[in-house]
């Protein structure tokens, strides 16, 4: 496409967001109580992961998917927002540097929306819309467990969209489309509601995701392609685990009353959520969107079910800590979800590596 940006521009804007993605979780081991460099950026885990990493992660897709070079600015503006935080900058740049390249990502989720008008292009640019609102409460000086809500739609319904986009092979019926419509009203109406009243927001958007987390289950393709072998069957243990998982993290919502602003309940629900389901589907999708923005293969290998089996594992054991009141396991299942990341970017690099090094090979026979 005329807009198209080489692949070995958006190599540093990846970068960025790899960067974010490793002092985020260095932050996260810092509120758990280990003693890691950047114990500094505690304060900053959740800005720093999902605006600094998933917010640049998936604006630069969105900006591959566009065409439109102005679309690159949104993974600039959040990768340097990270980068500002990271370097204890002064602190209204980040926030402001997050919310201008959420606006630009927004601008171009709703130029796909109008260019390809569909239930799941509506869907993620309304996922778009709620990572603005966060970064603009963040700009603000909101506190930091009121853009929870936001950050946690803006990442659900980014996913669901996509999935529902991609189930066009197996399209839901009219009745289903509409429920699904409904479930995303409802997560929207949700977050909007914890502007002015946080528990009750929370709870209706609990309630949504539990629900979506169902509808998912029940609609997407991974129930069928998960009898399946290799790659294909990979992704849909990715898909059904993660959907698992946001179900209980909504359920987990809903039986606190409400997401709450710390404490046990409130760590079990939110990385349920943004560990159990994102990441799984980060781990189930990364072999698609990483030839995508780099158009370098990455070999599929029984290995890709070490990171994710570890990562389901490490969370059982945080929330178990959460839900017994033993900050221990909780710590210890935090440092386990740390190395669970660790070994899936390791390995995916390694699969990277290896997929350069065959198409040299095969251009070289050639």
Request: glycine share 12%; hydrophobic share 60%.
């Amino acid at each position: 496409m005329a807009g198209e940006l080489r692949p070995q521009w958006r190599l540093p804007l990846l970068a960025l967001a790899f960067a974010s993605l490793f002092f985020g979780i260095g932050a996260g081991l810092a509120r758990l109580g280990w003693q890691v460099p950047g114990t500094g950026l505690a304060a900053l885990h959740g800005p720093l992961m999902a605006s600094g990493f998933f917010g640049t992660v998936i604006s630069l897709e969105r900006a591959v998917a566009s065409g439109r070079r102005w679309a690159y600015l949104a993974p600039l503006a959040s990768g340097l927002g990270a980068l500002a935080a990271m370097l204890s900058l002064p602190s209204f740049l980040a926030p402001a540097l997050a919310t201008a390249g959420s606006v630009v990502m927004l601008g171009a989720s709703v130029a796909l929306h109008l260019r390809q008008r569909a239930l799941f292009s509506l869907t993620m640019a309304l996922g778009a819309g709620c990572w603005t609102t966060g970064c603009l409460l963040w700009l603000g000086g909101f506190p930091l467990h009121a853009l929870n809500p936001w950050w946690m739609a803006f990442l659900v319904l980014t996913i669901a969209g996509e999935r529902l986009e991609l189930s066009r092979v197996l399209p839901p019926s009219p009745a289903a489309r509409r429920a699904f419509a409904l479930l995303l009203a409802a997560v929207l109406a949700g977050t909007i509601v914890s502007l002015v009243a946080y528990s009750a927001g929370t709870l209706i958007a609990g309630a949504a995701f539990a629900a979506l987390a169902l509808w998912l289950l029940r609609q997407d393709v991974a129930r069928r392609t998960v009898r399946s072998s290799g790659l294909t069957r990979f992704i849909a243990v990715c898909l059904l685990s993660g959907y698992l998982w946001l179900a209980l993290g909504g359920s987990l919502i809903l039986a606190a009353g409400g997401l709450g602003a710390g404490g046990a309940a409130y760590d079990a629900a939110l990385h349920a959520v943004l560990l159990g389901f994102v990441l799984s589907m980060v781990f189930g999708h990364a072999p698609i969107i990483i030839p995508a923005l780099t158009r370098a293969a990455v070999p599929y290998s029984a290995y890709f079910y070490a990171p994710l089996v570890l990562l389901h594992g490490s969370l059982a054991l945080r929330l178990a800590g959460d839900w017994t009141q033993l900050p221990q396991w909780r710590a210890w299942g935090g440092a386990l979800n740390a190395v669970a990341v660790l070994a899936f970017v390791l390995g995916t690099v390694f699969a990277l590596v290896r997929g350069l090094n065959r198409r040299s090979a095969v251009q070289g026979q050639s």
